[in-house]
């Protein structure tokens, strides 16, 4: 069974930055894309950035040239980098793991952290 589990979120200053981290646990085969999600109160939550099986990343333009993908494949994690952190990123955070067997998709979801920033 894949787990996901997130950590390294927290409280910091406007400004300020912080690195999320995702642990994939469980054997994975045919990975498609590691994804973070933000959900901030009473909204929907939406994609902030993505990687592919390639390496290839994409982010929200919010995100772009303050936040960074990395991975360290020998301990199936990935690193959402957050730099020049804003009040309007305060949100929980959440990474999804996706995959495909057989042409049927699968996914799972970490528990979520929780960045405040303050401004």
């Known amino acids: 069974q894949v787990q996901l589990v997130e950590s390294g979120g927290g409280l910091v200053q406007a400004g300020g930055s912080l690195r999320l981290s995702c642990v994939a646990s469980g054997r994975i085969f045919g990975f498609r894309a590691m994804v973070w999600y933000l959900q901030a109160p009473g909204r929907q939550r939406e994609l902030v950035a993505v990687?592919?099986?390639?390496?290839?990343?994409n982010y929200i333009d919010s995100a772009k040239d303050r936040f960074t993908l990395s991975r360290d494949n020998a301990r199936n994690t990935v690193f959402l980098q957050m730099n020049s952190l804003k009040s309007e990123d305060t949100a929980a955070y959440y990474c999804n793991l996706k995959w495909r067997i057989l042409n049927s998709d699968y996914e799972v979801w970490g528990q979520g952290t929780q960045v405040t920033v303050s401004s």
């Open positions: 990687m592919n099986s390639g390496g290839y990343t």
